[in-house]
């Protein structure tokens, strides 16, 4: 096994980000990097072929809940950001009261 795509998605018209696992001397990583289109590669085709950047992270599977509770503690700060900038463009304070 080179390499399996696991989940994609857009991140503009030409690049997408890529969630692969990839196995290397026995061992398994994640590998999650930013793919750019980069055309028909000379055939005259309309199919596009993607290939990766340099632009990733790439690491040992094993650390997969580390990553993971990582990418929890981002979500709930960017939760807790928008919870906030709602409470200041609402006609309300914190307590409730009316400005």
Not at 7 to 16: G, I, N, V, W
Not at 40 to 62: F, H, M, Q, W
Request: with cysteine.
């Amino acid at each position: 096994m080179d390499r399996v795509n696991v989940y994609r998605f857009k991140k503009s018209e030409h690049e997408q980000i890529r969630f692969d696992i990839r196995e290397y001397k026995n061992t398994f990583y994640l590998d999650i990097r930013l793919w750019f289109n980069a055309g028909d590669g000379g055939t005259g085709g309309d199919e596009d072929r993607y290939v990766p950047s340099k632009k990733g992270l790439c690491i040992n599977i094993a650390h997969l809940r580390e990553v993971c509770a990582g990418v929890d503690a981002i979500n709930d700060w960017v939760t807790c950001q928008e919870r906030e900038a709602t409470y200041r463009d609402s006609n309300f304070d914190l307590t409730g009261q009316s400005r």
